[in-house]
């Protein structure tokens, strides 16, 4: 009986991946699973549908926590307030911050440019999420390393991947005047637009949606701009952009930068700005 159980456990082991980590949002479990193949398993904490900036992680995922083998981070507001309770839950547990080395920008329509007011949405940008892929890389070696080149030839694929998805955006993009713009409810995809040469339009202003005085004044702009779209996302209320879009006659597109094929999101939205654009 102890040979069989011996071989139980065995088999049991070489069937689970022998390391688990846990990330913030769905595109980092892309990453994550992408690079770490079959001898990775991952676990998002803020699920599809949710928002990043206020989510409170269940029972059932602080319990979780307690087999990771690491954390990776990204910068999201929940983070701030949970981060100092996972590594509590689990003080082996490694905790990764894959913004460290990226420069932030001031959201756009804030009009403070302090920490608080940074945008976190950094994995908009594909050299952004060039940096972060190494920090992946490099932590799973660092935990695995006998798996190493398995990781490092997902890692190269997986950077030839965005490199091609990036040539196909600005492909896209490049019949556009420079600083073109895109009306967003939600200003989450500034890295994107400073990354290929546009402006983002938010309709929320200093985190809330626009009071009547401010809704005429972005339909003019909207109008002046030649907005053909709001993009707004599942994650927030779409009435006030819903307001605007009836307005203008144009429409309204859902689209999150919470995706998890982040290829194919990010071509639909140059291909949505594209469409949209002036002739």
């Given at each position: ?9 065995l ?9 688990h980590?846990v990330v ?7 990453f994550?699973?992408?690079?770490g ?16 900036h ?9 319990r ?21 309770r ?12 894959l ?17 608080e007011h ?7 940008s594909?050299?952004?999420v060039e ?6 890389y490099?932590t799973?070696?660092?935990l ?6 398995l ?20 492909k896209l993009?490049?019949p556009?005047?420079?600083q ?27 985190g809330k ?10 339909i ?5 701009e030649?907005?053909?779209?709001i ?46 654009a002036?002739?």
């Amino acid at each position: 009986m102890n040979r069989i159980a011996a071989l139980i456990v065995l088999m049991t082991l070489a069937l689970y991946p022998k390391l688990h980590c846990v990330v913030s949002i769905p595109p980092l479990k892309t990453f994550v699973d992408m690079i770490g193949d079959t001898e990775v398993s991952s676990t998002v904490m803020v699920p599809p549908g949710h928002s990043p900036h206020s989510y409170e992680p269940k029972p059932s995922q602080m319990r979780s926590l307690e087999k990771a083998d690491c954390y990776f981070a990204v910068g999201v507001e929940f983070e701030k307030a949970w981060l100092p309770r996972f590594t509590s839950q689990n003080p082996r547990m490694k905790i990764v911050d894959l913004s460290k080395g990226i420069k932030k920008y001031p959201v756009t329509g804030s009009s403070q440019s302090d920490s608080e007011h940074l945008d976190p949405h950094i994995w908009t940008s594909p050299e952004n999420v060039e940096k972060m892929l190494g920090g992946i890389y490099r932590t799973l070696v660092a935990l695995d390393p006998k798996n190493r080149d398995l990781f490092e030839n997902n890692y190269r694929k997986l950077l030839k991947k965005i490199e091609a998805t990036d040539h196909r955006i600005k492909k896209l993009l490049a019949p556009l005047p420079p600083q073109s713009a895109f009306m967003v409810f939600h200003p989450s995809w500034g890295y994107f637009a400073r990354e290929y040469g546009l402006r983002q339009l938010p309709v929320e202003i200093e985190g809330k949606a626009p009071k009547p005085r401010q809704l005429i004044r972005l339909i003019d702009k909207a109008r002046q701009e030649k907005v053909r779209a709001i993009f707004v996302q599942p994650e927030f209320s779409d009435k006030s952009a819903r307001l605007l879009a009836s307005e203008l006659g144009i429409p309204v597109v859902k689209i999150s930068p919470l995706a998890p094929d982040w290829c194919a999101n990010l071509l639909r939205l140059a291909e949505a700005i594209a469409k949209g654009a002036p002739k």
